[in-house]
């Protein structure tokens, strides 16, 4: 299994920007799609974005398509949330997910078998 830390959140004024990294050990991130989500207080989790085991092709919320970007690091093992133009509703706790190649919809939480712990983001306004 694989285990997963993310880092990198924050306080960030709002048309700021920050990085989110998510460190992985156990097992190589290439075998993985890769995911963030993310959870604000009395909110369900909700999908962020995500990058399918292989291939170049990668997957976002309507509401931060074109200001976040999902990438990853093979050699570092790590997956990264890069986020422009941060808005307030930006707000919430991030998690990195993890699951198995082949996923039917990479925007279903409940198809993601690791999770780390999370990172606070706040953006003020």
């Known amino acids: 299994q694989v285990q997963l830390v993310e880092s990198g959140g924050g306080l960030v004024q709002a048309g700021g920007s920050l990085r989110l990294s998510c460190a992985a050990s156990?097992?190589?991130?290439?075998?993985?799609?890769m995911a963030w989500f993310r959870q604000s207080p009395g909110k369900e989790r909700e999908f962020v974005a995500a990058?399918?085991?292989?291939?170049?092709?990668?997957y976002y919320a309507d509401s931060v398509k074109g200001r976040f970007t999902i990438s990853r690091d093979t050699a570092k093992n790590t997956v990264y949330l890069q986020m422009n133009s941060l808005k307030p509703e930006d707000t919430a706790v991030y998690y990195c997910?993890?699951?198995?190649?082949?996923?039917?919809?990479?925007?279903?939480?409940?198809?993601?078998?690791?999770w780390g712990q999370g990172t606070q983001v706040t953006v003020s306004s």
């Open positions: 997910a993890a699951g198995s190649q082949y996923i039917p919809n990479y925007r279903t939480k409940g198809n993601y078998d690791a």
């Open positions: 156990g097992r190589s991130i290439s075998n993985y799609a």
């Open positions: 990058r399918p085991w292989s291939g170049p092709i990668t």
